[in-house]
């Protein structure tokens, strides 16, 4: 095998992987290198095993509340090792899937540790201490994120976790102590509260979801409360330490200590940047303090002909972004005169009920000085929401107060992961809300509160009461 190629992939993952086989589609000779598994964070210990679990836990709520139904489940039980199998039989079809897709596009693969030697070459080094060297006229690293560690709550996945030995607990611990109530802490924290555990978080800053519209994680932090999970907000973990029957933790709630016992310890205080080991000032580059690599709206860095995409340039740490980012960096290096525009880039929050939004949230439309109209539907209103026992949540729509454009779109409830979708093409058509208003959605379905609301931005929701 030829080692010199016109682009090459440092990391596996949804960025780095999308960005080899978009090159191979524009007939570039490309070659990718990951250091653990094809797929990354997001196929092996992030975005596909979490979501295996939370629907596992969802459907294990479900039958248990099914009797409302008339429907009676007796000796309802969970069993995590079939759980685990399940779980990873998905992942194991995923990674392998990309495998085949890289292969099958004539993409080179290495599995091995890559640093750079110079501007166009890296070493690879194999789990058995081979090196292969490559040269390339591009590279593109894509090296993604770890988990932010904590002094007091050093991860050793058995006591305190991080998302990783989270997703692959064999039991479900009798409690937990989630620090951090960012989107990863609170979608594993409810995932354990739905299999039976005794779940706490604690976050720090005064309210869970940081940087999300209040008005939406309200709706989540209620939800919490009524499960049975205590959340302290404006709290914080200081240290622990192993007891008999538990880990004994100190926190700091409301100012004043107080120690609790539990099972185990998820720590979820965010993300940073692999860019450790990579040699990179070898290439000419530099990180930022925090480890994040900075790039333009083409993805290149610094150095001629290096590119950067995903958790490695920083947030939003996304799948969807850093596959966007590889796509778009793959077509630069083609000669095709493309940018990126984050202007319909979603984001999702898998909790109960999940949370979705793109473009501009009402907070941050305001905070621009933007004239706005806000239209919102509650989803009790719908009567899907009432025959899948969803009544939780609305759709809230941003549009300018004069041209009526749909500057941002927010959904809290049931499904709110797949409404955003359309939320997402009319960001990108430019659409008005008129446009919503006018798309005749099926009926009984979730989406027709997008309607509803794209009608109540402009004062003409059918499905409201009149306003006195
Ligand atoms: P990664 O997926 O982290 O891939 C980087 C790859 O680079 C890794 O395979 C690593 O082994 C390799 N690598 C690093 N250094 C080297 C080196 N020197 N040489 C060779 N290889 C190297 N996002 C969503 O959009 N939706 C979700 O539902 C979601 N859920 C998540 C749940 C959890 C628990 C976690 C942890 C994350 C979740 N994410 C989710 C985030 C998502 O996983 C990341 O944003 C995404 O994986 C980033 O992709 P990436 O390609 O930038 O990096």
């Known amino acids: 095998m030829s080692t010199d190629y016109r682009a090459f992939v440092i990391g596996a993952g949804p960025g780095g992987y999308v960005a080899a086989l978009r090159l191979a589609q524009l007939g570039i000779k490309t070659g990718i290198a990951d250091r653990t598994a094809l797929g990354g964070t997001c196929l092996n210990i992030g975005c596909i095993p979490s979501k295996a679990l939370i629907t596992a836990a969802k459907t294990y709520e479900k039958i248990g509340r099914a009797d409302k139904m008339g429907i009676t489940v007796k000796g309802l039980e969970i069993d995590m090792n079939g759980l685990q199998k399940w779980k990873q039989s998905i992942v194991k079809r995923l990674t392998t899937g990309v495998g085949a897709l890289l292969k099958g596009n004539g993409v080179d693969v290495f599995m091995g540790n890559a640093r750079f030697r110079d501007r166009s070459t ?13 040269r390339s006229q591009s590279f593109i690293i894509a090296t993604g994120s770890r988990p932010i560690e904590i002094p007091g709550f050093e991860i050793d996945e058995k006591n305190v976790l991080s998302s990783t030995g989270a997703l692959d607990l064999d039991q479900v611990p009798r409690s937990l102590l989630v620090i951090g109530g960012g989107y990863i802490g609170l979608e594993i924290g ?33 939800k919490l409360l009524k499960s049975g999970v205590e959340v302290h907000t404006g709290a914080r973990a200081v240290g622990y330490s192993k007891k008999r029957g538990g880990l004994e933790v100190e926190l700091q709630i409301s100012g004043k200590s107080e120690t609790r016992k539990f099972d185990k310890i998820l720590v979820t205080v965010g993300r940073r940047p692999v860019t450790d080991g990579l040699d990179l000032d070898r290439a000419g580059l530099k ?3 925090k480890g994040f ?74 905070a621009k000085g933007l004239d706005i109209t806000v239209g919102k539907y509650n989803f009790v209103g719908l009567g899907r929401a009432l025959t899948t026992d969803a009544p939780e949540g609305f759709v809230k729509v941003i549009a300018a107060a004069g041209t009526r454009e749909i500057l941002g779109v927010q959904v809290v409830g049931a499904e709110a992961s797949e409404l955003i979708a359309e939320a997402g093409l009319a960001l990108e058509f430019g659409a008005e809300v008129d446009d919503l208003a006018l798309t005749v959605h099926a009926h009984p379905t979730l989406a027709e509160a997008l309607p509803e609301a794209a009608r109540a931005a402009v004062g003409e929701a059918i499905h409201a009461l009149k306003k006195r």
């Open 287 to 289: 990180t930022d303090a």
């Open 122 to 134: 890296v070493d690879i080094v194999d789990d058995k201490g081979k090196t292969t060297t490559v």
């Open 293 to 366: 690599l900075s790039v333009n709206e083409r993805l290149q860095t610094a150095a001629p002909g290096i590119y950067a995409i995903g958790d490695v340039i920083g947030n939003p740490m996304l799948a969807h972004k850093a596959s966007k980012e590889g796509e778009v960096a793959a077509e630069v290096i083609a000669g095709k005169n493309v940018v990126l525009d984050y202007r319909s880039m979603p984001a999702v929050v898998f909790t109960d009920p999940e949370i979705s939004s793109v473009g501009l949230m009402e907070h941050e439309a305001r």
């Open 190 to 222: 409810t995932l354990y509260a739905k299999l039976g555990s005794k779940v706490t978080v604690v976050e720090m800053l005064d309210s869970l979801l940081p940087g999300f519209d209040p008005e939406l994680t309200d709706v989540v932090h209620k």
